[in-house]
């Protein structure tokens, strides 16, 4: 399977004449793993290519990098602040399957409001809280996906 | 039409990837997706009698049988994944295709979208 992977990213990578639109979906954690990171430095080589991504959707633990909430330190990477830039600097729709999330402590205020022991929220714009239908959607207007 | 292949590859209960790959199929099936589903590595585990309550755990698995009224009828195990831990098709709750890694690299290659749930 690496062997499959590895070539649809060469053909990806190589094919530079052929511009794609690319949909992107993030399954590792925002902390424990490099892959939201690797994902965030691909979809800014990717546009720097001339491609386009269509939208990136956070599943699994994905989700946990939607989770305002995180708090690094002032001399740490701020991967959340990232993905905002990210999001405002090149119009991409950033989803959130919302029972992922909520399984995960990643609620947005419309859910947080059907509990009335839940106090705040922590899933807000440019995150969208979303069902997992969008991923279908955003799969069917692209060339090709990607996962980290 | 695209066509979405998922990848199990972890054992049942490790974490939600069970639940949440099961919830992808029938999700993606519903909006008229054309789903393929893979078991490789760890994820053969998965097509083995289970005793979720044991753990607390809801008992996803079930959902497996509900898939061909879904029109998710293109369900592949890997042979090698199998052998390494000692199981065989009989072992298996459903009724699938036993691939190698040949026919299993072929396949993914033909499918538009592929998503590995670990």
């Known amino acids: 399977m690496l062997k499959h992977l590895s070539e649809r990213w060469g053909v990806f990578v190589l094919g530079g004449s ?15 793993s490099q892959g939201a990171y690797s994902a965030l430095r691909f979809i800014q080589a990717t546009i720097e290519k001339g491609h386009s991504v ?19 330190l002032s001399d740490e990477l701020a991967l959340y602040e990232k993905w905002q830039d990210l999001a405002q600097q090149h119009k991409i729709p950033l989803q959130v399957c919302v029972t ?5 402590g990643v609620i947005s205020h419309e859910d947080a409001q059907q509990d009335k022991n839940r106090h705040d929220h922590n899933l807000v714009s440019p995150f969208q809280s979303v069902g997992i239908g969008e991923l279908v959607a955003m799969l069917n207007e692209s060339d090709k996906s990607i996962q980290f | 039409m695209n066509t979405l292949a998922i990848i199990n590859r972890s054992t049942p209960f ?21 789903v393929s589903v893979f078991f490789v590595d760890d994820g053969v585990f998965q097509l083995l009698t289970q005793s979720p309550a044991e753990v607390e755990q809801k008992h996803f698995a079930k959902s497996f049988g509900a898939f061909e009224f879904y029109d998710v009828e293109s369900i592949y195990v890997c042979q090698k994944s199998l052998s390494q831990r000692g199981l065989s098709k009989s072992d298996l709750i459903i009724e699938t295709e036993i691939v190698d890694e040949n026919r299993l690299n072929q396949l993914l290659s033909q499918h538009h979208n592929v998503l590995s749930l670990s």
Do not use: C, H, M
């Open chain 2, 14 to 34: 490790k974490g939600q990837a069970g639940q949440e790959s099961v919830d992808l199929v029938l999700a993606a099936a519903t909006f008229g997706q054309q």
């Open chain 1, 54 to 72: 269509n939208g990136v959707f956070f599943y699994q633990a994905g989700v946990t990098v939607a989770n305002g909430f995180q708090t690094v």
């Open chain 1, 100 to 104: 992922a999330a909520n399984r995960r």
């Open chain 1, 18 to 32: 052929n511009l794609a639109t690319i949909s992107i979906i993030v399954t590792s954690p925002a902390l424990d």
